[in-house]
């Protein structure tokens, strides 16, 4: 096969292309998206996966040249730069390396006028090192300095540099090379940072989508439109360093204490404030300065904590959590009164050198000065980028995520622990569960003692039980958060166009209300409902590019079948290949389309699929070509017309072309897909003489009026394997076999309907708004569906230490003891591979008096009422939407709205809306409201006490049992 440069075997394509994806990711490598649907049946054909290789060199999964359309944002202008939103890796579009892409368009070619998807390889992290793919390109808006309503969007890679797009500014504005030029970050109207480095890169300077660059052109006389940047030694305050409109804040090094540094600095001459060059963190890129950066806006007396947090591109997530969190008075405190100084763990190997407890403390220093109305929380930004790569981006992430990143780094960052002892976890094994309780919560404070231990940890109960042995486990583990889900029915609608065995009924249109995480067969029985065709007498096919891209089985789950999927479902009178009488055939339009060639005095004939594919049923014995082409008319009937005898609709031309043509597989102008459905050809099929795909037989040319000629071809209807010869024969199918009608384009234009063929009805169930029952959901219902014993899943099995295996037991949870501030997260995203959704259904909760004593199980747990004090808001569906906060103010117990840099009265009934995410509650009582410094003092005997528990259990093998070892959650 690889003579004449086509491809080699696919035992050596297999071997060649497994090597290179081998490759592991490198910094400022360039990798290829290809279409998943395509890679998949070159898999097929080349025999990649061990467990599927039946169909490894049949011509029936040659999946042709590679065809990216299904990635492109506009398929009829495929532009390399614009891919669909939300594509996803593996599932949308594989990943390869420039060898095998080379390698793969070397062998197969591509779709014409498609431009390869090229896309660099950028680095996440400054010490967690991570390398990917950077599929989606950055947009930024671009202008000038005496222009700026006049913004041109263009797209960059995270690895460009600031030079690089600079000289590209200078190129799109026709700037002169004798002209000097300054690039700004506009962050506000009247908020800019110089971007003195260019070097740095795109990442490195912490640009976002949408980002609104300036470039600035050098006065005749030497001066600057925006001002000089005056860069200071370090040892001048960081707020000299700043070209600002008003006074900011200074910038603190790591481990300095911020008021020592402050230095009031007089108003600048320069009428809009701009950001120079700070004084910052060594570990701070040199793109981040202060979290405040003042500006005329910015600047004023506020009461303390109403202080907005800039967005600086899809962070509106971190700035719902941190609101959240600067509103949690106990931990406040802390950091205001510098407690937190006395406890960093910079040495602590699981925390991040103390610069996540830095950063932050210097943020709430910020936000409660009560100087500014807002600041921007850049420093913050990039030191959690440091140690979680997930968030290094300006993509939407999760303020749940980001929350639990946070309390963790907090803790590790402040645990009093400095060296952790090892400790032995054990099973109840019969012991009454306070003595469990009391043990596991030792256990826990000997590795674990932190403000945030102090504040956000309770316990609860878990309880496993296996089926086989019925050995139970219970175990005591601590929490900081309780992830709630909800007790709602879960459904989706899903369109779909029926098409019945009867020829002369248009295809209908519904759509169909099914479980979420329901089957194939629950989508049937749905069908069934309003139709009262049985569902065994249904097969759903996904159709894409007039092929049959997937056959489903009845217990296939619906999480496979998207919302962009063509649904199509047909009515059969079998659905079954193992019926001995009926074969159930698929089958394909094609038009032939005859390509004139002067320079070699001959014609191309190639194909190309249209129309909507078929289900026919047939004889599987007996049945000629006579019978088949019968067949074929009678089930098109509805929009095709049968010429008259004697109606010679061809001519002499096509004739010739069709008799001298020549049919390649270059000259195909089909889309590809993954034809998942069985499409291998048994080695028996059809006619024992096989004709040469590329030549046309006389019976093919419709001499006796027939409008089409027969092929069987692959599953992409791409390729074709044999023709069936017009010779009285019986015909041989095959379960495999798909079958393509061949349409001369004379014919087609004059006999076939396009309008018609084309023409659905629509049900009324398509229209018809969806009637959703308003579920009244309580917080309450959300914990007690979060108590109830469930089983664990398949992919989620424990292993059994009597059965010796892994079984999928039974699991309870119990709540044992809560900490003084108790985090609900109400789960409302779901999602797995193929599924994603969010749930926007109301839950009520109280504001006030959450009485949790009803859930608690332990006895002597004491008092457990709660108010609530914040709330963490999603707006929007799965991938993107906005989040903002609602907070209970320390100073002045009122309610406040928290949406970016804007702060605004609320009432406290705002606060219970269906947009509700997390949910902060604080315990009522004087335990609670401990001044800090009695809780400071009581720290740091706990430090000393659990330090010396922990020596002597180095020392001794056991954990000594004292007055400061006892449990206190509440």
């Given at each position: 096969?690889?003579?004449?440069?086509?491809?080699?075997?696919?035992?050596?394509?297999?071997?060649?292309?497994?090597?290179?994806?081998?490759?592991?990711?490198?910094?400022?490598?360039?990798?290829?998206?290809?279409?998943?649907?395509?890679?998949?049946?070159?898999?097929?054909?080349?025999?990649?996966?061990?467990?599927?290789?039946?169909?490894?060199?049949?011509?029936?999964?040659?999946?042709?040249?590679?065809?990216?359309?299904?990635?492109?944002?506009?398929?009829?202008?495929?532009?390399?730069?614009?891919?669909?939103?939300?594509?996803?890796?593996?599932?949308?579009?594989?990943?390869?390396?420039?060898?095998?892409?080379?390698?793969?368009?070397?062998?197969?070619?591509?779709?014409?006028?498609?431009?390869?998807?090229?896309?660099?390889?950028?680095?996440?992290?400054?010490?967690?090192?991570?390398?990917?793919?950077?599929?989606?390109?950055?947009?930024?808006?671009?202008?000038q300095n005496d222009n700026l309503e006049n913004c041109v969007s263009q797209q960059f890679s995270k690895a460009d540099t600031i030079d690089y797009i600079e000289k590209e500014m200078r190129k799109l504005f026709a700037i002169g090379e004798d002209k000097e030029t300054r690039v700004w970050n506009k962050y506000m109207s009247n908020t800019y940072e110089?971007?003195?480095?260019?070097?740095?890169?795109?990442?490195?300077?912490?640009?976002?989508?949408?980002?609104?660059?300036?470039?600035?052109?050098?006065?005749?006389?030497?001066?600057?439109?925006?001002?000089?940047?005056?860069?200071?030694?370090?040892?001048?305050?960081?707020?000299?360093?700043?070209?600002?409109?008003?006074?900011?804040?200074?910038?603190?090094?790591?481990?300095?204490?911020?008021?020592?540094?402050?230095?009031?600095?007089?108003?600048?001459?320069?009428?809009?404030?701009?950001?120079?060059?700070?004084?910052?963190?060594?570990?701070?890129?040199?793109?981040?300065?202060?979290?405040?950066?003042?500006?005329?806006?910015?600047?004023?007396?506020?009461?303390?904590?109403?202080?907005?947090?800039?967005?600086?591109?899809?962070?509106?997530?971190?700035?719902?959590?941190?609101?959240?969190?600067?509103?949690?008075?106990?931990?406040?405190?802390?950091?205001?009164?510098?407690?937190?100084?006395?406890?960093?763990?910079?040495?602590?190997?699981?925390?991040?050198?103390?610069?996540?407890?830095?950063?932050?403390?210097?943020?709430?220093?910020?936000?409660?000065?009560?100087?500014?109305?807002?600041?921007?929380?850049?420093?913050?930004?990039?030191?959690?980028?440091?140690?979680?790569?997930?968030?290094?981006?300006?993509?939407?992430?999760?303020?749940?995520?980001?929350?639990?990143?946070?309390?963790?780094?907090?803790?590790?960052?402040?645990?009093?622990?400095?060296?952790?002892?090892?400790?032995?976890?054990?099973?109840?094994?019969?012991?009454?569960?306070?003595?469990?309780?009391?043990?596991?919560?030792?256990?826990?404070?000997?590795?674990?003692?932190?403000?945030?231990?102090?504040?956000?940890?309770?316990?609860?109960?878990?309880?496993?039980?296996?089926?086989?042995?019925?050995?139970?486990?219970?175990?005591?583990?601590?929490?900081?958060?309780?992830?709630?889900?909800?007790?709602?029915?879960?459904?989706?609608?899903?369109?779909?166009?029926?098409?019945?065995?009867?020829?002369?009924?248009?295809?209908?249109?519904?759509?169909?209300?099914?479980?979420?995480?329901?089957?194939?067969?629950?989508?049937?029985?749905?069908?069934?409902?309003?139709?009262?065709?049985?569902?065994?007498?249904?097969?759903?096919?996904?159709?894409?590019?007039?092929?049959?891209?997937?056959?489903?089985?009845?217990?296939?789950?619906?999480?496979?079948?998207?919302?962009?999927?063509?649904?199509?479902?047909?009515?059969?009178?079998?659905?079954?290949?193992?019926?001995?009488?009926?074969?159930?055939?698929?089958?394909?339009?094609?038009?032939?389309?005859?390509?004139?060639?002067?320079?070699?005095?001959?014609?191309?004939?190639?194909?190309?699929?249209?129309?909507?594919?078929?289900?026919?049923?047939?004889?599987?014995?007996?049945?000629?070509?006579?019978?088949?082409?019968?067949?074929?008319?009678?089930?098109?009937?509805?929009?095709?017309?049968?010429?008259?005898?004697?109606?010679?609709?061809?001519?002499?031309?096509?004739?010739?072309?069709?008799?001298?043509?020549?049919?390649?597989?270059?000259?195909?102008?089909?889309?590809?897909?993954?034809?998942?459905?069985?499409?291998?050809?048994?080695?028996?099929?059809?006619?024992?003489?096989?004709?040469?795909?590329?030549?046309?037989?006389?019976?093919?040319?419709?001499?006796?009026?027939?409008?089409?000629?027969?092929?069987?071809?692959?599953?992409?209807?791409?390729?074709?394997?044999?023709?069936?010869?017009?010779?009285?024969?019986?015909?041989?199918?095959?379960?495999?076999?798909?079958?393509?009608?061949?349409?001369?384009?004379?014919?087609?234009?004059?006999?076939?309907?396009?309008?018609?063929?084309?023409?659905?009805?629509?049900?009324?169930?398509?229209?018809?708004?969806?009637?959703?029952?308003?579920?009244?959901?309580?917080?309450?219902?959300?914990?007690?569906?979060?108590?109830?014993?469930?089983k664990l899943g398949a992919d989620d099995p424990w292993y059994c230490p009597s059965c010796k295996k892994h079984q999928q037991a039974t699991k309870k949870f119990d709540l044992w003891s809560l900490p003084k501030i108790l985090v609900i997260h109400l789960k409302r995203f779901s999602y797995n591979r193929y599924w994603r959704d969010k749930l926007d259904?109301?839950?009520?909760?109280?504001?006030?008096?959450?009485?949790?004593?009803?859930?608690?199980?332990?006895?002597?747990?004491?008092?457990?009422?709660?108010?609530?004090?914040?709330?963490?808001?999603?707006?929007?569906?799965?991938?993107?939407?906005?989040?903002?906060?609602?907070?209970?103010?320390?100073?002045?117990?009122?309610?406040?709205?928290?949406?970016?840099?804007?702060?605004?009265?609320?009432?406290?009934?705002?606060?219970?809306?269906?947009?509700?995410?997390?949910?902060?509650?604080?315990?009522?009582?004087?335990?609670?409201?401990?001044?800090?410094?009695?809780?400071?003092?009581?720290?740091?005997?706990?430090?000393?006490?659990?330090?010396?528990?922990?020596?002597?259990?180095?020392?001794?093998?056991?954990?000594?049992?004292?007055?400061?070892?006892?449990?206190?959650?509440?």
């Amino acid at each position: 096969m690889a003579e004449g440069g086509g491809p080699p075997e696919p035992k050596v394509q297999k071997s060649q292309v497994s090597s290179d994806l081998k490759k592991e990711l490198k910094k400022g490598d360039t990798w290829y998206l290809v279409d998943a649907k395509w890679f998949k049946q070159w898999k097929k054909y080349v025999g990649y996966d061990s467990w599927d290789m039946y169909g490894m060199g049949d011509q029936a999964t040659f999946p042709g040249p590679i065809d990216n359309a299904a990635l492109y944002k506009d398929p009829q202008t495929p532009d390399s730069l614009h891919l669909k939103e939300h594509l996803i890796d593996e599932l949308d579009y594989m990943l390869l390396p420039t060898e095998a892409w080379d390698k793969l368009v070397s062998w197969y070619g591509m779709v014409n006028g498609q431009q390869p998807i090229a896309r660099k390889v950028v680095e996440h992290g400054m010490f967690v090192k991570h390398c990917k793919v950077e599929v989606y390109l950055m947009e930024l808006k671009l202008c000038q300095n005496d222009n700026l309503e006049n913004c041109v969007s263009q797209q960059f890679s995270k690895a460009d540099t600031i030079d690089y797009i600079e000289k590209e500014m200078r190129k799109l504005f026709a700037i002169g090379e004798d002209k000097e030029t300054r690039v700004w970050n506009k962050y506000m109207s009247n908020t800019y940072e110089h971007l003195n480095k260019p070097e740095n890169t795109v990442q490195d300077a912490g640009l976002y989508q949408g980002q609104i660059l300036v470039i600035e052109q050098q006065n005749e006389d030497g001066t600057w439109p925006r001002g000089n940047v005056t860069n200071k030694s370090s040892s001048s305050s960081s707020a000299r360093n700043m070209e600002m409109g008003t006074y900011s804040a200074p910038a603190t090094r790591s481990g300095e204490d911020s008021e020592e540094n402050e230095n009031d600095a007089g108003s600048s001459n320069e009428p809009t404030p701009t950001i120079g060059t700070p004084k910052s963190s060594p570990y701070i890129n040199s793109y981040s300065s202060t979290y405040d950066y003042s500006s005329e806006r910015g600047r004023g007396q506020v009461q303390p904590g109403l202080c907005g947090l800039s967005n600086l591109g899809n962070t509106c997530f971190m700035n719902s959590a941190l609101q959240c969190l600067s509103n949690v008075p106990v931990l406040t405190r802390y950091f205001l009164e510098n407690h937190y100084q006395e406890e960093l763990n910079s040495d602590n190997p699981l925390g991040m050198k103390g610069e996540i407890a830095k950063t932050y403390a210097e943020l709430i220093k910020q936000i409660w000065s009560g100087k500014y109305s807002y600041t921007i929380p850049r420093n913050f930004k990039t030191a959690v980028g440091r140690f979680a790569p997930q968030f290094s981006g300006y993509q939407q992430q999760d303020s749940h995520e980001l929350l639990a990143f946070l309390l963790d780094g907090l803790h590790e960052d402040l645990n009093r622990i400095r060296k952790k002892p090892y400790v032995e976890l054990r099973d109840a094994d019969g012991r009454p569960d306070d003595e469990v309780a009391d043990e596991a919560w030792k256990s826990h404070r000997l590795r674990n003692d932190s403000i945030i231990v102090d504040t956000f940890h309770g316990l609860f109960k878990s309880t496993l039980v296996c089926p086989e042995c019925s050995k139970i486990s219970i175990t005591f583990d601590p929490f900081c958060y309780l992830s709630l889900p909800l007790p709602i029915k879960k459904e989706r609608f899903i369109e779909v166009v029926l098409i019945r065995m009867d020829p002369a009924a248009k295809p209908m249109q519904y759509k169909l209300s099914v479980p979420k995480m329901g089957t194939v067969q629950d989508l049937c029985e749905a069908l069934s409902r309003l139709t009262k065709i049985s569902p065994d007498k249904m097969v759903v096919t996904d159709v894409y590019n007039h092929r049959f891209h997937k056959v489903f089985a009845p217990d296939e789950g619906l999480s496979h079948i998207l919302d962009r999927d063509d649904i199509y479902v047909y009515e059969v009178p079998v659905n079954t290949c193992d019926d001995p009488d009926t074969l159930i055939l698929p089958v394909y339009m094609r038009e032939r389309k005859v390509r004139q060639n002067p320079s070699y005095n001959y014609n191309n004939v190639s194909t190309v699929l249209f129309g909507t594919p078929l289900l026919v049923p047939i004889p599987r014995k007996n049945t000629t070509y006579e019978d088949l082409y019968r067949i074929m008319l009678q089930k098109m009937s509805r929009y095709i017309q049968e010429p008259d005898s004697g109606d010679e609709w061809y001519g002499e031309e096509i004739k010739n072309c069709v008799k001298d043509g020549v049919i390649g597989d270059d000259d195909m102008k089909n889309d590809n897909i993954d034809g998942e459905a069985e499409s291998e050809e048994d080695s028996s099929q059809g006619n024992d003489s096989h004709m040469n795909d590329n030549s046309m037989s006389d019976d093919e040319v419709n001499c006796d009026n027939r409008m089409f000629s027969f092929h069987l071809v692959n599953s992409y209807g791409s390729a074709e394997i044999e023709h069936i010869r017009d010779d009285d024969r019986p015909i041989k199918f095959t379960n495999r076999s798909y079958l393509a009608l061949d349409w001369d384009p004379k014919a087609k234009e004059k006999y076939y309907d396009e309008k018609q063929a084309e023409e659905l009805d629509v049900d009324e169930t398509v229209n018809a708004t969806p009637m959703r029952k308003r579920q009244v959901i309580s917080l309450k219902d959300c914990i007690q569906l979060f108590l109830v014993k469930e089983k664990l899943g398949a992919d989620d099995p424990w292993y059994c230490p009597s059965c010796k295996k892994h079984q999928q037991a039974t699991k309870k949870f119990d709540l044992w003891s809560l900490p003084k501030i108790l985090v609900i997260h109400l789960k409302r995203f779901s999602y797995n591979r193929y599924w994603r959704d969010k749930l926007d259904t109301m839950v009520e909760f109280p504001t006030r008096d959450l009485d949790m004593s009803e859930f608690i199980i332990n006895d002597g747990h004491g008092y457990a009422t709660y108010d609530l004090i914040g709330v963490s808001n999603h707006y929007g569906g799965m991938g993107g939407g906005h989040y903002t906060a609602y907070g209970k103010s320390r100073e002045d117990t009122q309610w406040y709205y928290f949406d970016d840099s804007s702060v605004s009265p609320a009432s406290e009934d705002q606060c219970v809306s269906k947009a509700a995410y997390v949910l902060f509650y604080e315990l009522k009582g004087s335990r609670c409201e401990r001044s800090e410094k009695q809780t400071a003092q009581a720290n740091r005997k706990s430090a000393a006490a659990t330090q010396s528990s922990a020596n002597c259990t180095e020392d001794n093998g056991t954990a000594s049992s004292g007055e400061d070892d006892s449990m206190e959650i509440n």
